[in-house]
């Protein structure tokens, strides 16, 4: 079975341009998480989707940041415009409601550099 | 507010030495905690799961205990290899009634070696 994936693995952009971040969580996988690190800090929850509805949002950090999932299944997570402060890794995790207690699975992460 | 915290910070043993990474949370309200590894450029990889009901649970030389009571979490690992040497992360999600996001709220992280 294959993990959740993510692309691209490094994205190196310029402040003020854009960057879309794909997940493919594993499949069956109703909840889709998004997190990120950003240098010398704990990984920070972003939002988390259940199919394709937005169930908490709380951690996204402003309006740069869109995320979306289409009919449940893959998501992206946009970065518009970038910013210096907005490097980091980001990561996805999914889980299945009701198995094992929701564990999450991890994608690799997408380090994001933003000159 | 959960906060998550994780000592010591790094760790360094030599081969065969029998290890405890701590965890400590504020808030006793848990759905579950989570014990991950990374390792350098890599993805975070589960080691175990404890659901808030449970005490313990093991895998291997792994064996991670919840005393939810006092916020407490240790992650105790056998005769250590060089192998093992990696990041490990402790995770907790916050119960909130009639909320059922099932977010991490993460721990610093133990940066642990193995010496050969």
Redesign the interface.
Known sequence: EAG?TQFPSHSVIEKGQTVTLRCDPISGHD?L?W?RRVMG?????LL?F?KESK??ES?MPNNRFLAERTGGTYSTLKVQPAELEDSGVY?C?S?QTGF??????????TRLTVL | KQE?TQIPAALSVPEGENLVLNCSFTDSAI??L?W?RQDPG?????LL?I?SSQREQTSGRLNASLDKSSGRSTLYIAASQPGDSATY?C?V?PFFFM???????????TRLLVRP
């Open positions: 959740v909840n998480y997190y800090k704990e990984i920070k929850f988390h259940v169930q908490d951690g990561f995790a889980s094992h207690n929701n564990e999450q699975f991890f994608g690799p992460g | 998550v759905y579950n989570q991950f890599k993805g975070l990889t589960s799961l659901q992360l995770a999600s909320d059922s996001s099932y977010k991490l709220i993460f721990g610093s992280g």
